[in-house]
């Protein structure tokens, strides 16, 4: 029996990267008998990366008793998959094919050999801050299986960025003449910003925007029916009674909410609810 130590020299037998077991022709190399057994015969599992299977003489002898051939082999066979690195323009053309149009810079990656098969970075695998970060990817193998591997990497993209180009106030809405498109680099997947001036111009701001700032949606509410120190309608029912007068928002609103609104002839304030543009009303004595 010849020691493992001399199949590492040798070599052991390559099966295929597309099967989870090790089929006849696999085997037929070093068995050259098992000419006679179909391609596709399955004659074992197939080994996990890095680990060879090794058939020693008595399975290769219940083998061929198994598929009734001769002559048994004299020695034992080795057989694994084929391990090989990676490198640098391989996993950066992996990369290319899930964002074609970003800068992508490979600072590092993993040294581990592989298994032979597709390689692959989703984009739910990138994970990185202004200074970059890494993406985890991996090899595609047998017909299930995937061998983790990580790169270290800066990925920018040329984006549409909608930028104030004046101050914002809080509460107020947004101009399409206070803004700006630009093209900025930055973090692929980022959905927090505003693409385009449409999408901000007529909403109302959150918060205040410093002038040069690009604009995040989160700073952004829907267009108020009514807005602070416009004059409504104000709309009384009490009872079989009904009265209307104009009266001063104190708050800005949407229909259904209930503001804080001014008399300015009694300079008496009350809570009315918002019915539409420019019209409250109040059950009751206001």
């Known amino acids: 029996m010849i020691p493992l130590a001399s199949f590492a020299l040798a070599g052991c037998l390559a099966i295929g990267g597309g099967s989870d077991y090790i089929q006849a022709e696999d085997l037929k190399p070093a068995f050259p008998a098992l000419a006679e057994v179909p391609d596709g015969t399955v004659v074992g599992p197939?080994?996990?990366?890095?680990?060879?299977?090794?058939?020693?003489?008595?399975?290769?002898?219940?083998?061929?008793a198994r598929f009734q051939?001769?002559?048994?082999?004299?020695?034992?066979?080795?057989?694994?998959?084929?391990?090989?690195?990676?490198?640098?323009?391989?996993?950066?053309?992996?990369?290319?094919?899930?964002?074609?149009?970003?800068?992508?810079?490979?600072?590092?990656?993993?040294?581990?050999?592989?298994?032979?098969g597709p390689l692959?970075?989703?984009?739910?695998?990138?994970?990185?801050?202004?200074?970059g970060g890494y993406w985890n990817g991996f090899v595609a193998y047998g017909s299930n299986?995937?061998?983790?591997?990580?790169?270290?990497?800066?990925?920018?993209?040329?984006?549409?960025r909608v930028v104030a180009s004046a101050d914002l106030k809080a509460g107020q809405p947004i101009e399409a003449a206070q803004l700006r498109l630009e093209m900025r680099d930055d973090l692929p997947g980022l959905d927090?910003?505003?693409?385009?001036?449409e999408a901000v111009a007529g909403r109302v701001a959150r918060r205040s925007i410093a002038a040069g700032a690009a604009?995040?949606?989160?700073?952004l509410d829907a267009p108020k029916d009514i807005l602070y120190g416009e004059t409504v309608r104000v709309e009384v029912t009490n009872g079989a009674a009904r009265l209307e007068f104009e009266a001063q928002a104190q708050a800005s609103g949407s229909i259904g909410q209930t503001i804080p609104v001014l008399n300015p002839v009694s300079r008496?304030?009350?809570?009315?609810?918002?019915?539409?543009?420019?019209?409250?009303?109040?059950?009751?004595?206001?």
Do not use: N
Not at 77 to 86: A, F, K, M, N, Q
Not at 145 to 156: D, G, I, M, N, T
């Open 46 to 64: 197939a080994p996990a990366p890095g680990a060879p299977h090794i058939f020693h003489i008595p399975e290769l002898a219940r083998m061929a």
């Open 69 to 116: 051939v001769t002559p048994v082999p004299e020695r034992e066979i080795c057989l694994e998959r084929p391990l090989v690195p990676l490198d640098r323009a391989r996993i950066w053309e992996a990369m290319h094919r899930q964002l074609p149009d970003a800068r992508i810079e490979v600072a590092d990656f993993s040294r581990q050999p592989a298994p032979r």
């Open 120 to 131: 692959e970075f989703p984009l739910t695998g990138l994970r990185q801050g202004p200074a």
């Open 145 to 160: 299986h995937r061998f983790a591997v990580w790169a270290k990497v800066k990925v920018l993209v040329t984006v549409p």
């Open 192 to 197: 927090a910003y505003a693409a385009s001036v």
């Open 215 to 219: 604009i995040q949606k989160q700073w």
């Open 268 to 286: 008496k304030r009350f809570r009315a609810r918002v019915e539409g543009k420019g019209k409250v009303s109040v059950r009751g004595t206001p």
